[in-house]
């Protein structure tokens, strides 16, 4: 016969009115308890024999997953980046208030970023030639980056103005 044990320090029994053991006809004192809401938080401690044991860890979940379940199984970690090789576009201004092309076309492109690292204004931009009124402004003396969201990177080619020949500028592309 199997001993199961079913303790609680803080209730009597009579505080588990819904512990219903049911036959299975075997005639073993075997079957299946069923035990509600209310009681099954009122129990402490659960004690079962390895064969019960066992029966209990074959259970699938069906609903959300207890933090005991958790720590049985490994849980998959997405990763979430890629390693890179970052290709340097850094430079200077070649012609004082000319665009001048910063990255070229590039399907496989994933990221860029421009640092303007000089005391005038620079701005770029990917839909045509960079001016003093269009692009993106890079606000001058101030180490202004800006970094094309990865979700929505262009792969046209990106052109960046100076107003004075000599302003430098970092950049990465990958």
Do not use: C
Not at 31 to 36: E, L, Q
Not at 121 to 130: L, V, Y
Request: hydrophobic fraction near 45%.
């Amino acid at each position: 016969m199997t001993t199961q044990i079913i303790t609680s320090a803080s209730s009597p029994p009579s505080a588990f009115p819904a512990i219903i053991p049911t036959s299975n006809g075997g005639g073993g004192g075997g079957g299946t308890v069923t035990i509600d809401g209310p009681s099954l938080a009122a129990l402490e401690t659960i004690s079962l024999d390895a064969a019960s044991l066992a029966a209990l860890e074959a259970i699938t979940a069906t609903g959300p997953l207890t933090d005991a379940q958790l720590r049985a199984t490994a849980v998959p970690v997405a990763v979430i980046g890629t390693p890179v090789t970052l290709i340097d576009k850094s430079g200077t201004i070649t012609a004082a208030g000319v665009a001048q092309v910063l990255a070229v076309t590039n399907a496989a492109r994933r990221g860029l970023w421009v640092q303007n690292n000089s005391a005038g204004d620079m701005r770029i931009n990917s839909t045509g030639a960079a001016s003093a009124t269009a692009g993106i402004a890079l606000p001058g003396g101030k180490n202004a980056l800006y970094e094309y969201p990865s979700h929505g990177i262009t792969t046209a080619a990106i052109s960046i103005w100076g107003a004075t020949l000599g302003q430098a500028f970092q950049a990465r592309e990958w």
